[in-house]
């Protein structure tokens, strides 16, 4: 009787003993699933804020680019209106003629 009634706290320790790994493994894969969601989010988080970087650097070749075309646009203007002052004073001289 004392041997039968050992054996089953025996079993009874044993099986809260596996219970107890039991629950501690799945504590330990719940902490992982937990620390991979932080670590995704956190990376989402990276994610966006390099997206925002190479947004603002197109941005800002855009505005260098519109910069740069405007420069030589003026540039551009500026040699025209020389060439058509050159050719209205051209047109606009007198040629002095001989008197006979």
């Known amino acids: 009787m004392i041997v039968q009634q050992t054996r089953l706290v025996e079993q009874r ?4 003993t596996d219970t107890k790994k039991q629950i501690e ?6 902490k992982r699933k937990e620390d991979d969601s932080y670590l995704q989010k956190k990376q989402k988080e990276r994610d966006v804020e390099i997206l925002k970087l190479n947004i603002e650097g197109c941005l800002f070749m855009t505005l260098k680019m519109t910069l740069t075309l405007t420069i030589v646009y003026m540039q551009l203007m500026n040699l025209l209106e020389f060439k058509l002052r050159d050719e209205l004073d051209d047109k606009t001289k007198v040629i002095p003629q001989l008197v006979i």
């Open 25 to 30: 493994n799945e504590k330990a894969a719940l």
């Open 13 to 16: 320790e044993k099986r809260l």
